[in-house]
């Protein structure tokens, strides 16, 4: 008999001084011996803690039966239970389960040898006899399905009708096992197999064990330690959405799963209006505003034959209307309730013009500035990047999805996009499990912990699979260990892509490869609408797989209340009321104060003196009204953008001379413009040099080689600078750039990127000392291209960088960047002193308790980060020189001095080990506290224990 298993009963701790005791209860098929290799239950035991304390360190697994673990089998009333085991007594044991009180009851029916001898509809009638008694106590509870084995023919086909029924029957509640470990024809995969043609190895005990943990342990993790009691609303939806895929075609099933553009101005052409009405079109991108939203949604609810509604989709990157700092410059101010409340902005102006959803936050590590899109995302460093994009997915969505003013968020792009060899966009992604898990995915895993509604599949490959036919990572991954219950959408044209990819011939090819490794919606190739049907008829696509896209696709739908509610966001006068308003616009204003970085002050150039009598504000971007807005502005509009020297203006008004002259241009070669910027100079009390990119050279398809500023800005700024008047070099850019140069003669430096349409407010406030700067770099500045990649938290090598020749460094430049991760300047300064820790020598599950003050010790009020930084000395495996762990924001006023407390909990030291188990394991560690990734002070502690696997 193929037995599955179980863990029995889980407690999670949770919480640094309350404890919350989650029970999930295991109700199974397997006995109390023999289960899984014999004699092998303590091991299994040890096994499935290690498996939970994958998915999250903090679990502490308590066994409460003798001998380990305890299962309950659950047979129909009546059937004949397997020679040499008990017959149970369902009810019984239901009512034991209920007595423990459990947050959510985990169900594994009869597997294969019961489940031969009985019908399905008694394994139905079953079922309503065990989930009676949970549904009366409103426990939520999963199903998981018929597990393969070596049966006979009509035996397979049985347990795949059985399976089959189970998932229509339940959906999201259904877990479905055998599609992981057997093939078509129902026999268990060679892989999978323990060799004795009935049980299961560990691999594949691994993944049943974490696919349950994952469909349910997660999410009640989060709710206990909201103190929050689950609650069934999922399955009320699931019962709407079972109802209305009984109802559809075929047809009108793939078309649920298209997604197709609008026209300019969001016009339809006729054969999409076509389309709509006969159920063919599922969402719209790039159709936006109250009224046409309404328009193109009547056809949908209207004269389509189900009355499906539209998901209108638009990329809301930084802001919709009131367009806020590019994300990488909102990762500056390392401030999370911030950017959340600039996403909700974003949301509720985007929601009051009918748009439903954005195709952000872009969570993509990225340690190559070469690679445009680093722009859109929050920079180098996964803990950084995990706050943020939590912070932007509760910004987006709110507390609830029906909200006039919540929209469905998307994280992108999944996985490892940022990650593209060369810097060069689309290109191929290569590097090992260990650096995926550890760098480049923790921002989604925060983001699907956020509850993020969708993801979308990235371009690229990794190691040989591009991510939109990637069944490991887009399923087994993200569905079954991480537990994500929202949709994939493909990118722009990704599943046709499959084609130049090279593994697939054609385009149904693609199509199918794409929906079966879990690509639910596909954006504007039209594959799934056009390709797909005649799979579907053939049987060469599963009717189960194509449901069960459908069924993610109409969920988000009724999350959303848009069959409620269908126009939603279709009120003109609240969109003209609630876009570009003053709070909205006072708002954007101070997240751009927070996002400019003081890269170099040097004699305290900056503030400018409020007294000065003339100005000559030169550079092609000074008056450059596109540029702030960045890559991917929304509607952002020129006309509303505050350039450089319109904010100046508004600053000092009459009182002071400004003098104007553009200089140079921003790409061009000419250089006639440079003397009359230098006559201006000359008359100047103070210059400021506006200069940089322009916005299209950032953002996607934007790759640069070159990382100077470009055209002659670079010779136009040593030029002023050779002049020798006060200096300041105002940067404008989507990218860290190559900046030895002019850093080596201008005096003082301010990183603006793009800010939005508060740019040149933002930027005046700081020079003139209004506002203090507080920014902190999310991505290091190479000295030059050729150090790229570079980042703060690499790995050491056999041999370090010395002043010996055959170590690890360049000929002609040191390794060291130019400014370093969490770098950044301010107007006053900052004194560390008395780094602490509660005790120097801690147990394996014990937490750290580390304390440091800090002190403005300068004349001025200002905003400090205190970064706190890890190093494990000697791992299993080598480990970062040091990685980032937490960081506290915090307000000084001139003179005062405060102690700042930071927990260090087990889960920020755990890492992937040789045998890729994620775990903390004992030694000898370094903290360091400080105001940058270089000035640091530190300490040693050391973890003490066997290692917990």
Known sequence: MLLFWLLAIVTVAIGQERKTNLTIVVLGSSTAEGAGPVDKSNAWVNRYRAYLQRLNPDYAVVNLAKGGYTTYQILPSGSVAPPGRPQPDQERNVTKALKLEPAAIIINLPSNDAASNFTIAEQLANYRTVLAPLAARKIPFWITTTQPRNLSDAQRQNLVAMRDSTLARFGNRAIDFWSGLAANDGRIQPQYDCGDGVHLNDRAHQILFERVVAAGIHQFVAKANADETPSLKVSAIDRKVDSLLALMTLEEKLGQLNQLAGLGEGKLADERRQLVKKGLIGSFLNITGAETTRKVQQLAVEESRLRIPLIFGLDVIHGFRTTFPIPLAEACT??????????????????????????????????????????????????????????????????????????????????????????????????????????????????????????????????????????????????????????VVSDWTSIAELIPHGIAAARAEAGKLALEAGVDMDMEARIYEKDLLALAREKKISGVTIDQAVRRVLQAKFRLGLFDHPYRGCDPAREKSVILNKTHVDFARQVAQKSIVLLKNEKNLLPLSKTIKTIAVLGPLADDKAAPLGPWAGLGRPEDVVTVLQGLRNKIGPSAKILYAQGCGLEDSARAGFAEAKRLAQQADAVILVVGEEASMSGEAASRSDLDLPGVQEDFVQTIAAIGKPTVMVLMNGRPLTISRAAERVPAILETWFLGIQHGNAVADILFGEVNPSGKLPVTFPRAVGQIPIYYNHKNTGRPMTADKFTSKYLDIPNTPLYPFGYGLSYTKFDYSNLQFRASTIKMHDSLRVAVTVKNSGKIKGDEIVQLYVQDEFGSVTRPVKELKDFRRLTLAAGEAKTVEFVLKPAQLAFYNREMKFIAEPGSFKVFVGTNSVDLLEARFEIIGERNY
Not at 358 to 367: E, G, K, N, Q, S
Not at 399 to 428: P, Q, V
């Open 334 to 487: 390392w401030d999370p309730a911030a950017v959340e409340q600039a996403a909700r902005v974003a949301a509720t102006e985007a929601a009051a013009a009918g748009i439903h959803w954005t195709f952000a936050p872009m969570v993509d590590i990225a340690r190559d500035p070469r690679w445009g899109r680093i722009a859109e995302g929050s920079g180098e460093d996964p803990y950084l990047g995990s706050r943020m994009a939590a912070a932007r997915v509760r910004g987006f969505q709110g507390n609830d999805l029906r909200n006039a003013a919540s929209i469905l968020a998307c994280a992108k792009h999944f996985a490892a996009y940022g990650g593209a060899e060369a810097g060069r966009d689309y290109n191929t992604v290569d590097f090992s499990e260990r650096t995926l898990r550890e760098i480049y995915l923790p921002p989604f895993k925060a983001a699907v912990d956020a509850g993020v509604g969708s993801l979308m599949s990235s371009f690229n490959e990794i190691g040989g699979i591009p991510s939109t036919a990637n069944h490991w990572l887009l399923t087994e991954l993200l569905r079954h260990e991480w537990g994500f219950t929202g949709f």
